[in-house]
């Protein structure tokens, strides 16, 4: 794994931001074995929304964030943690566990998906684009592309069960996830050249 020492920019969408609010959350809630509820309330009161003193993303705050959407994305994201992880099981390779991926990109994939399989959601390729974004501003190496891939086998998993496809013809990630060094976590090549672009509001 290799985290980014970049920050993500405080200019960014109030939505795009509150996804990044959610992957933190959902993060110290794994970590800390805390309710969501309380999480909420601290990131709330002490990290969303713009402060007297104007701190940024470098002083641990997220002034931009959509609050609604941050408490929606992490309430539902912590609540289908074990869906989320079946999911994931269902598209890495065998020999790469949920349990052994960054809690970090646990998080966001369990936020990710979440947005996903709600109703009205953005389009796929839309919400893929999100959080590739947002992966790109906590990890510096191969992590995006792992993001790119497991989230584009799970859309189409999930679009090929709303067609009725036997579960043998489902996608999987095809990834080659090096047992050490800095890029741990990443795809080949090929696995990652699928290209998701904005296409409508996230």
Avoid at 13 to 23: H, K
Wanted: proline share 6%; glycine share 6%; hydrophobic share 40%.
């Amino acid at each position: 794994m290799a985290h980014s020492d970049d920050r993500l920019s405080p200019a960014m969408r109030p939505r795009t931001a509150a996804r990044v609010a959610a992957v933190q959350a959902v993060f110290q809630i794994e970590q800390g074995n805390d309710t969501a509820d309380s999480v909420i309330i601290q990131f709330v009161q002490h990290r969303l929304g713009t402060t007297l003193a104007g701190e940024t993303f470098d002083d641990g705050f997220i002034p931009e964030a959509d609050v609604t959407l941050f408490t929606r994305l992490t309430r539902q994201a912590e609540a289908g943690t074990e869906h989320v992880h079946e999911l994931l099981a269902e598209v890495l390779p065998p020999t790469w566990p949920v349990k052994r991926l960054d809690p970090v990109l646990r998080s966001l994939f369990a936020v990710a998906i979440t947005e996903m399989e709600e109703k009205g959601a953005p389009p796929v390729n839309v919400i893929i684009n999100e959080y590739l974004d947002v992966a790109h501003g906590f990890f510096s190496g191969d992590e995006p592309k792992l993001v790119n891939g497991v989230l584009d086998a799970v859309a189409k998993r999930r679009a090929a069960a709303a067609q009725g496809v036997a579960s043998s013809e489902e996608p999987k990630v095809e990834a080659e996830l090096s047992e050490d060094g800095p890029a741990d976590h990443a795809l080949t090549e090929a696995a990652a050249e699928t290209d998701h672009s904005h296409d409508g509001q996230a």
